[in-house]
């Protein structure tokens, strides 16, 4: 009798035991599936904030280079860069009285008279409907600015592109540092020439450029502002406007 009452006591424990370790491993199971959703949640959330984030960065028009847009140069029907010889002389830097209304030798100017006061603060991009007047942007010019100017042709993904090109451009400060506005013609100051939309104009420390274009071709720039640097001006260690 006393041997199967201990044998009995030896089964309860054992079944105990083993309920034990069973519940254990149902808490081991639980625990791994919260950790593991923890997780997923952990890496859902990480990665809601890091993608848009990576995904944004890498498509930073600022973080491009110049040539990614618009089309080649080949493709942009643009004219050779004229030049202007013997523009940095006192007559064509003098400051004239605001409000004054001035006739530039060049369709865009590239150069001459200009108000006491550069746009300040520039921003990169301007439209018809809040574009500096011209006698400003032609000091911000000769202070090594690079202006490109678009007439109203140009709309819809081609301005697009040039706000890209204006966010890239002034993101390079080997050539531009900042120095780079981007800006609705006004044809008060003249017609572009027949097919040719787009104009380009740098005032450089001996001789001032401009170039015309039918097409917004960010290759082109690049080579422009390259050749043309903000350091080649008249005031080249003036501020950043």
């Given amino acids: 009798m006393a041997s199967k009452t201990k044998q009995s006591e030896r089964d309860r424990r054992a079944k105990v035991e083993a309920m034990r370790k069973a519940e254990m491993a149902r808490q081991r199971r639980r625990s791994v599936i919260f950790l593991s959703i923890a997780i997923v949640v952990g890496v859902g959330l990480v990665a809601a904030v890091v993608v848009p984030s990576y995904l944004s960065s890498r498509n930073d028009p600022a973080k491009k280079s ?7 140069a080949a493709d942009a029907s643009c004219s050779p860069v004229h030049t202007t010889p013997g523009t940095n002389t006192q007559a064509l830097r003098t400051h004239v009285q605001d409000g004054t209304v001035e006739k530039y030798a060049t369709v865009p100017p590239s150069f001459g008279p200009h108000w006491s ?3 300040y603060p520039a921003r990169e991009f301007y439209t018809a409907r809040d574009r500096p007047e011209m006698e400003q942007l032609v000091h911000n010019l000769e202070h090594g600015y690079t202006i490109i100017w678009y007439d109203k042709t140009v709309t819809g993904s081609q301005v697009t592109t040039l706000k890209d090109i204006a966010a890239s451009a002034r993101s390079d400060k080997a050539t531009t540092p900042g120095k780079f506005i981007v800006s609705a013609w006004d044809p008060a100051y003249g017609a572009f020439p027949s097919g040719k939309h787009i104009g380009i104009s740098h005032w450089g420390a001996s ?7 039918g097409k917004v071709s960010g290759e082109t720039v690049k080579k422009f502002v390259e050749k043309y640097p903000a350091s080649d001006s008249p005031e080249p260690t003036a501020a950043q406007c």
């Avoid at 001789?207 to 274009?213: A, I, M, P």
């Fill in 117 to 119: 006061q550069p746009i």
């Fill in 66 to 72: 110049l040539s990614s847009f618009g089309v080649s």
């Fill in 207 to 213: 001789s001032s450029h401009t170039q015309l274009c």
